[in-house]
């Protein structure tokens, strides 16, 4: 098992962490721990899961857990570059379309500078 590790810190539009290893019920809780202690209220996050080798069913459950609270909170939870093993637990259990997915880090961070300078009511 590859040990899971975690790094992150603010950029100018929310929370930018880095999710390497694996994720599985031995550490779960440690990812969703990490995140919680990394983001203020309403900031949004976005994961970088490129150095993600596994994730089980625990981690996705964490995963889903952290986007309500980001969303309840004002922000939301953005995953980017999603690595094959994680990804086709994703789309296999169709959690991949409650989840706001993007194919790399400057993609995620694109989007959120976007959605920064929408106007109020504003789908961007």
Avoid at 9 to 15: F, L, Q
Avoid at 30 to 47: A, F, H, I, K, T
Avoid at 52 to 71: K, T, Y
Wanted: charged share 20%; aromatic share 2%.
């Amino acid at each position: 098992m590859t040990p899971l590790s975690l790094q992150g810190g603010p950029t100018a539009t929310g929370v930018l962490i880095s999710v390497g290893g694996e994720v599985d019920v031995t550490n779960a809780d440690r990812l969703e721990s990490y995140v919680g202690q990394m983001c203020r209220r309403g900031d949004p996050v976005v994961l970088d899961l490129s150095e993600l080798r596994f994730m089980d069913s625990s981690g996705m459950n964490v995963l889903l857990r952290l986007d309500a609270a980001a969303r309840e909170q004002g922000g939301g939870l953005h995953l980017a570059a999603v690595g094959r093993a994680p990804a086709r637990l994703l789309e296999l259990t169709g959690v991949v379309r409650a989840l706001q997915v993007h194919s790399s880090v400057d993609e995620a961070l694109t989007c959120l500078a976007a959605s920064r300078s929408a106007p109020p009511g504003d789908l961007a």
